[in-house]
């Protein structure tokens, strides 16, 4: 079919009195084509007629496809069984055509980030050779937008845990944060909302906050908006996962560290320079950080089992044996599992990821062989009851004796002797051992009733009930 151009040139030629056989001639056309566009008079290429098989079908298609929301699949089985023959591919492409289900695609737009004022972070789940073994990964990455600078770490999963973990070391990485961290409205970062409505989890925002930039959400249905992270994912799947081969976890990230160096520092025919020599130009217009930044952990509450471990993700830590039953405070960070009593760091082991159920034990958390506290040894609260306090001797004396051999509730007396002052609670002791006492409880209420008005307020009537109990 002729163009507009070719059709233009012979009317044009018609009108200076040329006749068809010599415009056919000088245009390399047919001479039948030639007398078409004379008859027609007109240089607009006429529509092209073709039959649809889908034609006839219309209404049907508009009203199936409604009931169906636009699941053509459905819509063709349907014809099929009320008589039609056309095929699926002709039923997509006349829905095409007449825009059933297909909105024109609207253009592109252009986002300009002047210096430090926006990065954007999100994942994609991809798979590695790790150790041997395919598998599956979440990428995360953080790229600032003027720059494109890029940094990307892989993990088992990605909780806000590790994504907090993933923005410190970005953050560390870059030596500073843009004032916003675009993010989309799956990602773990976001607690309700969506777009300009997106509320950000309250532990996410105080993160964001400590480095001194907020989090933000683009509309829905807008991808484009973070092209910036979205683009490069493709990049790292083919040229750096593809192909690779991991030792362990910490090889994979250490891996990916240094294929950011080598990107950042690559020449870019697009940006005309390398990502490191814009970043130079945006480093000074990035929040600068904190004085103190301390590491991201995840807190636990853990009891010691019997077989004197915690377990944390399905993997077991050991714990000093002396600790069983107590129950332990446990931070993990990416790279270390710390056990606390209290304040007291007691045990700390380098952070396992895997296989499942695995065992990480410290050696110096179990007793020697054959040196084994006996069953005839004191138990150590005694020793720190005694050593406290030489005085109660013969209170715990009497008290072994009337438990006549089971467990004496020496913790009980060791808080009490730590929380109350000495000489009440050691006149209250006396007491107690004169008349044969063993009830911790009713020493204890002893006690508190000889410090009542040093350190409480009780009324009267009170306190004469308490001593007609007595």
Not at 68 to 95: I, M, N, P, W
Not at 359 to 376: A, M, N
Request: net charge neutral; glycine share 6%; aromatic share 8%.
């Amino acid at each position: 079919m002729l163009d507009e151009a070719t059709r233009t040139a012979i009317l044009k030629l018609r009108e200076k009195g040329h006749g068809s056989r010599r415009i056919a001639t000088a245009l390399d056309v047919a001479r039948e084509t030639v007398r078409e566009v004379i008859h027609s008079r007109s240089a607009k290429v006429p529509p092209l007629e073709r039959n649809e098989a889908a034609g006839p079908w219309r209404e049907e298609i508009l009203e199936l496809h409604a009931r169906y929301e636009g699941h053509l699949g459905r819509v063709h089985e349907a014809l099929t069984k009320d008589g039609a023959t056309f095929s699926y591919q002709a039923l997509t492409a006349f829905c095409r055509k007449h825009g059933i289900g297909h909105a024109p695609p609207l253009p592109a737009g252009r986002y300009d980030f002047p210096p430090g004022t926006e990065m954007q972070h999100d994942t994609s789940p991809h798979w590695a050779n790790i150790a041997g073994v395919e598998t599956k990964v979440q990428t995360a990455s953080l790229v600032l937008c003027f720059s494109r600078m890029i940094f990307f770490q892989l993990y088992l999963r990605f909780t806000r845990f590790e994504c907090k973990s993933f923005l410190a070391e970005a953050i560390a990485y870059f030596h500073g944060a843009a004032n916003v961290c675009m993010v989309d409205n799956s990602n773990v970062v976001v607690a309700s909302g969506t777009g300009e409505d997106m509320l950000p989890a309250p532990e996410m925002e105080a993160f964001g906050n400590r480095y001194g930039f907020h989090f933000k959400a683009h509309e829905k249905g807008d991808a484009n908006r973070s092209a910036r992270v979205e683009a490069p994912f493709h990049r790292i799947d083919k040229a750096f996962l593809t192909g690779g081969e991991f030792k362990d976890w910490g090889d994979l990230n250490l891996q990916a560290r240094a294929r950011c160096d080598e990107w950042n520092a690559l020449h870019s025919n697009k940006l005309h320079a390398s990502r490191r020599e814009l970043f130079a130009a945006e480093r000074p217009h990035l929040k600068p950080m904190p004085l103190h930044v301390p590491d991201v952990y995840q807190l636990h509450a853990r009891t010691v089992d019997a077989e004197g471990y915690v377990h944390i993700n399905r993997i077991r830590y050991s714990a000093p044996y002396r600790l069983i039953g107590r129950q332990l405070e446990v931070r993990e960070t990416m790279a270390r599992v710390e056990l606390y009593d209290g304040p007291r760091t007691v045990a700390a082991h380098a952070r396992v990821p895997g296989p499942l159920d695995a065992r990480v034990t410290d050696p110096s958390h179990r007793p020697p062989r054959g040196e084994g506290r006996t069953k005839q040894g004191p138990p150590p609260e005694e020793a720190t009851l005694l050593e406290t306090e030489p005085r109660l001797a013969g209170y715990l004396a009497q008290l072994k004796k009337h438990s006549g051999g089971r467990r004496v509730p020496l913790r009980r007396l060791l808080s009490m002797v730590r929380d109350y002052p000495r000489e009440p609670l050691m006149a209250a002791v006396t007491e107690a051992e004169q008349y044969g006492l063993c009830d911790l409880e009713r020493l204890e209420r002893m006690v508190l009733r000889q410090i009542a008005h040093d350190y409480f307020v009780l009324p009267a009537a009170r306190i004469e009930s308490e001593d007609d109990d007595e």
